[in-house]
């Protein structure tokens, strides 16, 4: 099932801070965070494995709340480069030889303006 | 440099007719995906592949076939049966199987079916 990003759209003006949430209704075993600029291929961001680990990535930081099945994309000190579409991509563990696989959301379009 | 590569950029292709993406990687990643992208969404899985000779159906499988004869090499086949195959096809290969890792995409393929 795929997880449920909000909001869908943000507008930011340089510098300011913005907050990105994705929910999934199952357990996860992680969470990941891509970033894609218009007509380009999604670029990773970071991993967050259950246990609420924060990362950081340049300005941009991510935490896992393993209770709420949630993680949240922290964009601190916004730059011109942070527009693009942020999108999610959560884990969920299977039993098997198929091995694991990334459900995406439908994606954050970020704009930031100078 | 080791990379993704995924050939032709724009394909163009008229109703009913097989057409095939090509998908190589120099990484020497175990695992490869196939995803779909249609304008304005997230990216849905179609195939992937944990080792050689191996596959698993992702979540719209239906009107596609994969095959992994080799390491490096994961093309997708998109048949007359996929009914709306005008879409965005990225290809992505991480180092882990089991667990997902980081995924690293390539270009992509920008099918238009007439």
């Not at chain 1, 759209?9 to 992680?30: F, M, P, Q, W």
Request: contains cysteine; hydrophobic residues 30%; charged residues 20%.
């Amino acid at each position: 099932q795929q997880p449920v990003q909000s909001p869908q759209a943000v507008i930011l003006r340089e510098g300011e801070d913005a907050v990105i949430n994705c929910s999934s209704s199952k357990a996860l075993y992680s969470v990941h965070w891509y970033r894609q600029k218009h007509g380009e291929a999604p670029v990773f961001l970071m991993i967050l494995l259950k246990g609420g680990e924060q990362k950081g990535h340049d300005k941009i930081s991510a935490s896992f709340n393993e209770k709420k099945q949630q993680s949240s994309l922290y964009l601190t000190a916004s730059q011109l480069s942070y527009s693009g579409t942020y999108f999610c991509g959560t884990e969920i563990w299977s039993v098997g030889a198929a091995g694991n696989k990334l459900t995406f959301g439908g994606g954050t379009r970020v704009l930031v303006k100078p | 440099d080791g990379g993704i590569t995924q050939s032709p950029k724009y394909l163009f292709r008229k109703e009913g007719q097989n057409v095939t993406l090509s998908c190589e990687q120099n990484l020497n990643h175990d695992a490869m995906y196939w995803y779909r992208q249609d304008p304005g969404q997230g990216l849905r899985l179609i195939y992937y592949s944990q080792i050689v000779n191996d596959f698993q159906k992702g979540d719209i499988a239906e009107g596609y076939s994969v095959s992994r004869e080799k390491k490096e090499s994961f093309p997708l086949t998109v048949t007359s049966a996929q009914k709306n195959p005008t879409a965005f096809y990225l290809c992505a290969s991480s180092a882990g199987t089991g667990i997902v890792l980081e995924q690293f995409f390539g270009p992509g393929t920008r099918l238009t079916v007439l």
